[in-house]
């Protein structure tokens, strides 16, 4: 088994679809931790509704391939998420494999770690949150390194959505 983490984000009906999506990954894989719920607002588009963004960790035995094409891809379809031209639009749901055990590969759609962990906070503090101790393959720099330089502000937490969600996933 390798552990893994995904994020998952949505503006479309967050609260349905993000508890949706940790529901349909837990019925294919083992979640075995959810970060605080984040809302946050669309990046560059302060027009659009606001995310909700975590980090859910799962141990799995496929490959990172099959977990992106396979697991996460059929979900996001299942809930109604509508490709564009645009990769700012608003989505139902968003699930992105971002780190897969301590594999550093660059393959035609697949990038681990992702890079956006580098700048992005909402990915980096609940990554953070889950693994205090990790390292970034390939990348050589310390999650806890990341966390702390990337600005907070802009991200609430939904305190009661989260304890909700990990209630529902306990085994």
């Given at each position: 088994m390798t552990c893994a983490f995904v994020g998952i984000g949505s503006n479309i009906e967050p609260e349905k679809n993000v508890r949706a999506a940790i529901r349909n990954l837990a019925q294919q894989t083992r979640v075995t931790g959810i970060s605080t719920v984040y809302c946050t607002g669309a990046l560059d588009r302060p027009e659009q509704p606001h995310y909700f963004n975590c980090v859910v960790e799962i141990e799995t035995e496929a490959?990172?391939?099959?977990?992106?094409?396979?697991?996460?891809?059929?979900?996001?379809?299942?809930?109604?998420?509508?490709?564009?031209?645009?990769?700012?639009?608003?989505?139902?749901?968003?699930?992105?494999?971002?780190?897969?055990?301590?594999?550093?590969?660059?393959?035609?759609?697949?990038?681990?770690?992702?890079?956006?962990?580098?700048?992005?906070?909402?990915?980096?503090?609940?990554?953070?949150?889950?693994?205090p101790d990790l390292v970034l393959a390939g990348y050589n720099l310390r999650i806890s390194e990341i966390a702390a330089r990337l600005?907070?502000?802009?991200?609430?937490?939904?305190?009661?959505?989260?304890?909700?969600?990990?209630k529902e996933n306990e085994p």
């Open positions: 490959p990172p391939a099959e977990v992106k094409h396979g697991i996460l891809r059929p979900i996001e379809n299942s809930l109604g998420r509508k490709r564009s031209e645009d990769k700012y639009a608003p989505r139902t749901i968003d699930l992105d494999l971002i780190l897969y055990g301590d594999l550093a590969m660059d393959a035609e759609d697949i990038r681990l770690p992702d890079p956006e962990i580098l700048e992005r906070p909402f990915l980096a503090i609940p990554l953070f949150e889950l693994a600005p907070q502000d802009g991200m609430r937490p939904l305190e009661d959505y989260t304890r909700l969600l990990r």
